[in-house]
Protein backbone atom coordinates (compact mmCIF):
# COMPACT_ATOMS: atom_id res chain seq x y z
CA UNK A 1 0.00 0.00 0.00
CA UNK A 2 1.41 3.27 -0.81
CA UNK A 3 0.22 6.97 -1.18
CA UNK A 4 1.90 9.41 -3.23
CA UNK A 5 1.06 13.16 -2.90
CA UNK A 6 2.04 15.87 -5.46
CA UNK A 7 0.93 19.49 -6.59
CA UNK A 8 2.74 21.37 -4.24
CA UNK A 9 4.62 24.58 -4.76
CA UNK A 10 5.39 28.00 -4.11
CA UNK A 11 2.34 30.53 -5.13
CA UNK A 12 1.18 34.44 -3.80
CA UNK A 13 -1.33 34.88 -1.77
CA UNK A 14 -5.06 34.31 -3.31
CA UNK A 15 -3.59 31.63 -5.81
CA UNK A 16 -4.59 28.32 -6.62
CA UNK A 17 -3.05 24.53 -6.11
CA UNK A 18 -4.50 21.49 -7.09
CA UNK A 19 -2.83 18.88 -5.01
CA UNK A 20 -3.47 14.88 -6.16
CA UNK A 21 -2.49 11.93 -3.97
CA UNK A 22 -2.11 8.39 -5.78
CA UNK A 23 -2.85 5.43 -4.65
CA UNK A 24 -1.03 2.23 -5.65
CA UNK A 25 -0.85 -1.66 -4.31
CA UNK A 26 -4.40 -1.13 -2.85
CA UNK A 27 -7.58 -0.26 -4.41
CA UNK A 28 -8.49 3.68 -2.57
CA UNK A 29 -12.12 2.63 -3.02
CA UNK A 30 -12.16 1.19 0.12
CA UNK A 31 -10.62 3.75 1.96
CA UNK A 32 -11.57 6.63 3.62
CA UNK A 33 -8.73 9.72 2.83
CA UNK A 34 -7.81 12.59 4.57
CA UNK A 35 -5.69 15.45 3.90
CA UNK A 36 -3.14 16.86 6.79
CA UNK A 37 -0.41 19.59 7.07
CA UNK A 38 2.11 20.13 9.22
CA UNK A 39 3.63 23.74 9.75
CA UNK A 40 7.10 24.13 10.85
CA UNK A 41 7.73 23.64 14.90
CA UNK A 42 3.75 22.79 15.00
CA UNK A 43 1.57 19.52 15.29
CA UNK A 44 0.06 18.06 12.18
CA UNK A 45 -3.62 18.87 11.67
CA UNK A 46 -6.40 18.05 9.96
CA UNK A 47 -7.47 19.83 6.66
CA UNK A 48 -10.44 17.61 5.26
CA UNK A 49 -11.39 14.01 4.55
CA UNK A 50 -13.59 12.00 1.92
CA UNK A 51 -15.93 9.10 2.58
CA UNK A 52 -14.86 5.69 0.32
CA UNK A 53 -17.77 6.46 -1.66
CA UNK A 54 -17.33 10.71 -2.12
CA UNK A 55 -21.07 11.05 -0.51
CA UNK A 56 -19.65 12.47 2.24
CA UNK A 57 -17.03 15.09 3.13
CA UNK A 58 -15.37 17.13 6.02
CA UNK A 59 -13.41 20.34 6.71
CA UNK A 60 -11.54 22.34 9.02
CA UNK A 61 -12.91 25.08 9.67
CA UNK A 62 -9.91 27.02 8.29
CA UNK A 63 -10.50 25.87 4.74
CA UNK A 64 -13.62 25.78 4.79
CA UNK A 65 -15.18 27.59 1.88
CA UNK A 66 -11.57 27.38 0.32
CA UNK A 67 -10.63 23.65 -0.49
CA UNK A 68 -12.43 21.15 -1.86
CA UNK A 69 -11.76 17.34 -1.44
CA UNK A 70 -12.84 14.90 -4.28
CA UNK A 71 -11.97 11.04 -5.61
CA UNK A 72 -12.10 9.76 -9.03
CA UNK A 73 -11.57 5.96 -7.92
CA UNK A 74 -11.18 4.91 -11.48
CA UNK A 75 -8.17 6.82 -10.93
CA UNK A 76 -7.38 5.36 -7.88
CA UNK A 77 -6.75 8.84 -6.90
CA UNK A 78 -8.30 12.05 -4.46
CA UNK A 79 -7.42 15.64 -4.94
CA UNK A 80 -7.82 18.79 -2.82
CA UNK A 81 -8.05 21.65 -4.87
CA UNK A 82 -7.02 24.76 -2.96
CA UNK A 83 -8.63 28.43 -3.60
CA UNK A 84 -7.66 31.69 -2.34
CA UNK A 85 -4.30 30.06 -0.27
CA UNK A 86 -2.76 32.29 2.56
CA UNK A 87 0.79 32.32 3.72
CA UNK A 88 -0.87 30.55 6.85
CA UNK A 89 -1.74 27.60 4.60
CA UNK A 90 2.13 26.86 4.02
CA UNK A 91 2.85 22.96 5.43
CA UNK A 92 3.50 20.04 3.99
CA UNK A 93 0.38 18.07 3.22
CA UNK A 94 0.14 14.77 3.75
CA UNK A 95 -2.72 12.05 3.04
CA UNK A 96 -3.86 9.71 4.36
CA UNK A 97 -5.94 6.27 4.20
CA UNK A 98 -8.29 4.71 6.67
CA UNK A 99 -10.30 1.38 5.77
CA UNK A 100 -13.32 2.61 8.64
CA UNK A 101 -14.19 6.00 8.02
CA UNK A 102 -11.32 7.99 8.47
CA UNK A 103 -11.56 10.99 10.69
CA UNK A 104 -10.31 14.28 11.91
CA UNK A 105 -7.13 12.59 14.22
CA UNK A 106 -4.29 11.34 12.63
CA UNK A 107 -4.65 8.08 14.58
CA UNK A 108 -7.52 7.22 12.75
CA UNK A 109 -5.29 6.53 9.29
CA UNK A 110 -3.77 3.67 8.48
CA UNK A 111 -1.56 4.25 5.62
CA UNK A 112 0.10 8.09 5.06
CA UNK A 113 2.30 9.10 1.85
CA UNK A 114 5.27 11.06 2.39
CA UNK A 115 3.67 14.87 1.96
CA UNK A 116 3.88 17.82 -0.84
CA UNK A 117 5.27 21.11 0.14
CA UNK A 118 2.72 24.10 -0.02
CA UNK A 119 4.35 27.21 0.29
CA UNK A 120 2.10 30.45 0.41
CA UNK A 121 4.23 33.91 0.01
CA UNK A 122 2.59 37.68 1.11
Known amino acids: VQLQASGGGLVQAGESLRLSCAGS????????IGWFRQAPGKVREFVAAISWSGDATYYADSVKGRFTISRDNAKNTVYLQTNSLKPEDTAVYYCAADRDSGGTFTYQYDYWGQGTLVTVSS
Open 25 to 32: GFSMDNYA
